[in-house]
């Protein structure tokens, strides 16, 4: 899995500069930690709370004591002490990321789907449904575990 | 009488009587369970505030009033506002009503003729219970030995007293101890009714929920139009998700 590369990535970059070369990396220090890249445009930073790397692709990951992070061209996601968040499309500006916390008392939402309509989202009627079109993706309304959430439509 | 002497007098009769009841927290739930189980119909209103640790995504947040009325024993109707948002739940017997007034868009889906029925097929199939449900079922003794392992009586205390201990009711204090969660529940002496609960939750940050009973009404005057549903102007009806069409929705 992609995700799980990106972050075996951020803590093989944790280790000793000595260990870096033996991956075929250059390394300079900047700030209190250490940049490391690669002629491939890649690049990681180590520092004293945690690093984090960029491919040259874009793809990025970031893993600290608190907790790790990654993205890719599909989202992001991130997980904490205590809760995981993962967004898709469109980043986590959006209420609409889906959070999903240990031992939740009511049903979780599931990933991808959103909560809330940006209000000038464009509007549409499909199949006499009422859609939301946002970043590429046609949302509709349901009701689910009591509140309101939107769905991506399925053609 | 010298004053040192009337206080040991005061507080010796005001814990004799306690002293010689002394309720147990099993009688005193059952009480309560006993008051409302009684009644065929009643409304309350309440204040629910529930920490965000407990509320992933959910937009219904925070300090919420609900209203509710009860008619057993199958109709059921609350009404639940935030800041953020307002719902509606409306069971007549035969089908349960979401409207969210806010977004103008309401639900309605079939659901069995008990209140007791209808809570637990929400719960199983859609992953959710209408606010303090457990409230309105015909036995909340049950409900709350189901979610209980342990339950003591802590004294007596009032609850909702001012400046100075002024006003309030006074309330017997209970403690019930959970698996997942333990919680605090005051009753009043007088009438058995709730008057407010706090759980706390087993994990990280012990996140709590806290309800405010703020009014109770036994003998209401309910009509029929309390569980009719008319949509606005301009609501839009759309579907209400079961947690397995979701979970399905989410593998794609």
């Not at chain 2, 209980?148 to 019930?176: M, N, P, Q, W, Y």
């Amino acid at each position: 899995m992609k995700i799980t590369r990106l972050v075996t990535a951020a803590i093989l970059l944790a280790a000793s500069a000595a260990q870096a070369r033996d991956y075929g990396v250059s390394s300079r220090s900047a700030g209190r930690g250490t940049v490391y890249s690669d002629n491939r445009g890649g690049s990681a930073y180590v520092g004293p709370r945690g690093v984090a790397a960029q491919g040259a692709n874009g793809r990025s990951a970031v893993a600290t004591d608190r907790g790790t992070a990654v993205s890719d061209r599909y989202g992001a996601a991130a997980v904490g002490d205590n809760r995981a968040v993962y967004a898709r499309g469109y980043g986590t500006a959006y209420t609409g990321a889906a959070v999903v916390t240990t031992g939740t008392a009511a049903a979780p939402l599931p990933a991808g789907y959103i909560t809330g309509i940006p209000p000038n989202a464009p509007t549409f009627i499909i199949s006499g449904t009422t859609c939301y079109f946002i970043n590429g993706i046609y949302y509709h309304a349901v009701f689910y575990a009591g509140n309101t959430v939107y769905v991506p439509m399925t053609f | 009488m010298k004053p040192f002497l009337l206080s040991i007098g005061l507080l010796a009769t005001s814990w004799l009587p306690l002293s010689a009841a002394a309720p147990t927290g099993e009688q005193l739930l059952r009480q309560m369970s006993a008051r409302l189980a009684g009644a065929d119909a009643f409304r309350f209103e309440a204040t629910r505030d529930i920490d965000a640790a407990l509320l992933p995504g959910i937009t219904l947040s925070g300090k919420v009033r609900i209203a509710a009325v009860v008619q057993r024993p199958g109709k059921f109707a609350a009404w639940s506002e935030s800041k953020a948002d307002s719902r509606e739940f409306i069971a007549d017997g035969h089908s349960l009503t979401i409207f969210d007034s806010k977004k103008n868009l309401y639900a309605i889906v079939p659901m069995p003729a008990t209140i007791d029925r209808l809570i637990a097929e929400l719960d199983e199939k859609y992953g959710f219970t209408p606010p303090l449900a457990e409230f309105a079922v015909s036995d909340p003794y049950q409900e709350f030995r189901r979610q209980a392992h342990t339950i003591v009586f802590l004294g007596r205390e009032k609850v909702g007293a001012g400046i100075f201990h002024l006003g309030g009711v006074e309330c017997d204090h209970l403690s019930l101890k959970g698996k997942t969660a333990d919680a605090e529940l005051w009753i009043g002496v007088k009438d058995h009714l709730p008057r407010k609960l706090v759980a706390t939750f087993h994990r990280a940050g012990h996140p709590q929920v806290r309800v405010n009973f703020l009014a109770w009404d036994l003998s209401p005057r309910v009509s029929s139009a309390d569980f009719i549903f008319t949509p606005p102007k301009g609501a839009r009806k759309i579907e209400m998700w079961t947690t397995a069409k979701m979970r399905a929705a989410r593998r794609h």
